[in-house]
């Protein structure tokens, strides 16, 4: 950052301290808690401002192409100890295998230099998943719900070529230390059997909520139940209910992040041909939601966000009109701002067109003083395309996805959006 940079920066933030203590002194305390003052909605959208002017500095790197682990989507990751864990997902068999056919994955990776390098550590004991959800909790990784395919006749005297995936979904618990060693802490949670569920860490439980079973009638299926129901645990064997009426559609492929003592859910679908969702729910505790915003972004599923200094980050997604090219970032959830596509900072992936962006990838946000270990890493991922023009197969329902399904672009890559690196700037000095 030069001279001027920072100078501008201390400029600004500056005339907002200053704003925000004469607002202070002019509008009543109790007026922080009412959206509608218009003083701090002033304040916020400076905020937002503030953050779009940190991230615009950010890039995208690619820290390894091609890592040893197989290409695939719906894969979970998380950071333990300094760790990088890589698990599960699902890797799309190409022809003559039928449409969506996929081997379904248990293995563990891990890296000890944030995704350059990787360890197998075997398969785990748990079924092969995709579409879960993991997260850390005390010295713990977790892993919950998802699906597996089998493929099965959809009619009779069906060919090979002709058979469908069949899901199986599941609502168990594994929890493990390192990655080698799992505890079964339930094969029965409370909570129905689930895929795309979310999943967060939250006052010291941990939630999950929404998530689908069955399968899409876009795929041969008979259709698919989403989920409204929240539930909490403290150790991943005993659940709670907390509740199953919330204001919000269910839905499966959503994100979700805790900040500032909220829990956020953004985005989602609740059917692969309908118009996914591109709005911001907010909970204290699971139980009450508000809505936050109803337009937030181009609607979108399979996406990921995170927090990174204080933001909202989100990024990646499907849509059937476009996948998405933008990085939003808000500081509130309401106020959103896209990052310049021109710049370094978006598109995600320095993706040239939407069929390029990714969905059903996973993330790790590293949060650190030091920018040379403060960003964002991404795994993996689908960026496959659907072609609807031979119509659906014999016995499949009308408008079924079929033939030309898959171009198989799934991932085995490891990108990085950060700070520019140490050397970097002296290269530019």
Known sequence: MNKKTKLTRVFIISTVLIFFCLGLSITPLAASDDDSNEFFRFFRVFLSYLSTFNFENYEWTEINPSAPWAPRAGLESVELKGLFYVMGGRTPLPPPAPPFASIIQRDVWVSEDRGVNWKSLGEAPWPRRAFFESVTKGPYMYIMGGQSFDLECPFQGCTPEQKIPVSKFYNDVYRSRDGINWELMTDNAAWAPRSGLSAVVHRGWIYVFGGAQGDDEAIGGTGREFFTDVHKSRDGRNWIKVTDIVPWDGRGGAAAVVKNGWIYLLGGENGFLLP???????????????????????????????????????FGGFNLAGNPMDVQISSDGYDWMALDPVGSAAPPWLASSPDSIKYDFDI???????????????????????????????GAPQGALTEGVPDLRVDNDVWRFAPPSDWKKRKKN
């Not at 003083?369 to 119509?391: A, C, L, M, S, V």
Request: hydrophobic share 30%; with cysteine.
């Open 276 to 314: 996914p969702f591109g709005d911001v729910w907010r909970s204290r505790y699971g139980a009450n939601w508000e809505l936050v915003k109803q337009e937030a972004w181009l609607p979108r599923s399979g996406h990921k966000c995170g927090v990174l200094t204080n933001t909202i980050v989100c």
């Open 364 to 394: 790790i946000v590293t949060r650190s003083q030091n920018p040379k270990y403060r960003g964002i890493h991404t795994f993996g991922g689908d960026r496959e395309t659907f072609d609807f023009q031979d119509g659906p197969p014999q």
